[in-house]
């Protein structure tokens, strides 16, 4: 099971790297190349997923990181069409920084009858969009405002209520291609106030950054755009 991993990661202090797939950003004919990079890196996970999808080839993107690669693949969904029974597990997101009912449930009252239908594992999981430099499409999209950079006091109390409501896991996202990273000060604020894993993703760019983010607090680093403009930045992480 994927959370039992990432429940024994967190408990013997070792760190996940997740690559976020994008089946917009990659043709599928580009994949098996991208995945063998993915292959020869540091990587554990593979996150798929986008806040729009143009294209509409979610079975066969997944069936094909599935012939190429033996890491889990987790669905990272924009909104309910997003769901897959060729992927091992699902976040199960509530977007808990924002105050749109579209996203806090209506979503997953449409998707709840679709995963019973799969065999996905569902993993429910606070996602709080942080302020980043500027707007980032998920805020758009999500039509919610994101939280304040510099008020990790919030993220700690939005993050605890995550807790308390039952998520199993707290993703701290400045959101894709984030001109500013979530602040090393909120992640570990965070870290101190829950007790579950954190994922951070969001404008990642460098090995240095990574290490600084796990050092900070979290169990699982996202990339997704520096991956897609260099394959070989997560080798020896
Ligand atoms: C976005 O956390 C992910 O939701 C990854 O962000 O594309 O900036 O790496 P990047």
């Not at 239908?117 to 919610?144: A, D, K, M, P, W």
Request: net charge negative; charged share 20%.
């Amino acid at each position: 099971m994927i959370l039992d991993y990432i429940n024994k990661a967190k408990n013997n202090n070792e760190k996940l790297l997740a690559i976020l797939l994008d089946p917009d950003k990659i043709n599928l004919d580009q994949l098996p190349l991208v995945i063998k990079k993915i292959n020869d890196s540091d990587a554990n996970l593979i996150f798929v997923g986008g806040s729009l999808l143009f294209k509409n080839i979610l079975d066969n993107f997944i069936k094909t990181i599935k012939k190429y690669s033996d890491l889990p693949v987790v669905l990272f969904p924009g909104s309910a069409i997003q769901i897959s029974n060729e992927a091992d597990a699902i976040l199960f997101l509530q977007l808990i920084s924002g105050r749109n009912p579209e996203y806090l449930i209506s979503n997953q009252i449409i998707a709840a009858p679709l995963l019973k239908q799969t065999n996905l594992e569902v993993i429910s999981t606070s996602y709080l969009l942080v302020e980043s430099g500027r707007e980032t499409t998920v805020s758009y999209i999500s039509n919610t405002k994101p939280l304040p950079a510099h008020k990790p006091e919030i993220a700690m109390a939005t993050a605890l209520a995550g807790q308390y409501i039952g998520h199993q896991l707290i993703y701290l996202d400045g959101g894709s291609g984030a001109l500013n990273p979530v602040s090393l000060e909120m992640i570990s604020k965070v870290a101190k106030v829950v007790d579950l894993p954190i994922i951070v993703g969001g404008g990642l760019k460098s090995k240095e950054q990574i290490n600084k983010v796990y050092n900070a607090g979290a169990t699982i680093v996202v990339v997704g755009t520096a991956f897609e403009n260099d394959t070989e930045l997560l080798n020896n992480i």
